[in-house]
């Protein structure tokens, strides 16, 4: 079963305008969740993480939202720059460490 | 400083042969990590490793995967049998402590692309 879903597999924004990338997940015990970024060839980078006990944790233009009730979490972007184009994964940890991926989105962001 | 390393980036393989994968963490992290990514999907979990040991092995599809790290630095993804199926991006990552406290951060490799033909 798919524990973390990211239902959106692309999104386009215009440059400066904000990006908003969801995750949803089932699973009440992961203890923190993170976001990375992948371009092409590339191994995945680590963007901005929060832990459950939070609601909000935020990084110059990165802000991550985490809804336990509604087990959704988010991360804005603003402003959005070209350079944020490229494929977004969503990311819980268990506890033990491995992490569960969604199935990740591709950002495309517009001059 | 050096981050994740892994060699070689691309591999073709004929089905049915054996293939070693090799991970060279960044210098100081305790704890590694293997992962499998296929086309259109997230990165799947593997094996992850703390220290020299095998913490948790539970992502390995079957018998046929099988890791080492015998000096808890360098790890190496031994695929034997091969089958089409294989064909993926195996990502490796590290992290300084493990899951001991706080989040722990993995940093990923570039990966290496598996082809079996």
């Known amino acids: 079963d798919q524990q973390v879903k990211q239902n959106s597999p692309s999104l386009s924004v215009q440059e400066g305008r904000i990006s908003i990338l969801n995750c949803d997940y089932t699973?009440?015990?992961?203890?923190?969740f993170l976001w990375y970024k992948k371009y092409p060839a590339e191994g995945p980078t680590f963007l901005i993480s929060?832990?459950?006990?939070?609601d909000k944790n935020e990084d110059g233009r990165f802000t991550v939202f985490l809804n336990k009730s509604a087990k959704h979490l988010s991360l804005h972007i603003v402003p959005s720059q070209p350079g944020d184009s490229a494929v977004y994964f969503c990311?819980?940890?268990?506890?033990?460490?491995?992490?569960?991926f969604g199935q990740g989105t591709e950002l495309s962001v517009k001059p | 400083g050096a981050g994740v390393s892994q060699t070689p980036s691309n591999k073709v393989t004929e089905k049915g042969k054996y293939v070693e994968l090799r991970c060279d963490p960044i210098?100081?992290?305790?704890?590694l990590y293997w992962y499998r990514q296929s086309l259109g999907q997230g990165p799947e979990f593997l094996i992850y490793?703390?220290?020299?040991?095998?913490?948790?092995d539970s992502g390995l599809p079957n018998d046929r995967f099988f890791a080492v790290r015998p000096e808890g630095s360098v790890s190496t993804l031994k695929i034997q049998r091969t089958e089409r199926g294989d064909s993926a991006v195996y990502l490796c990552?590290?992290?300084?402590?493990?899951?001991?406290?706080?989040?722990?951060?993995?940093?990923f490799g570039p990966g290496t692309r598996l082809t079996v033909l």
């Open positions: 699973n009440s015990m992961f203890d923190y």
């Open positions: 929060i832990s459950s006990i939070k």
């Open positions: 490793f703390q220290g020299t040991g095998a913490a948790d």
């Open positions: 990552a590290s992290s300084l402590t493990g899951p001991t406290s706080g989040v722990d951060t993995q940093y």
């Open positions: 990311a819980a940890r268990k506890r033990g460490g491995k992490l569960i």
């Open positions: 210098s100081g992290h305790t704890a």
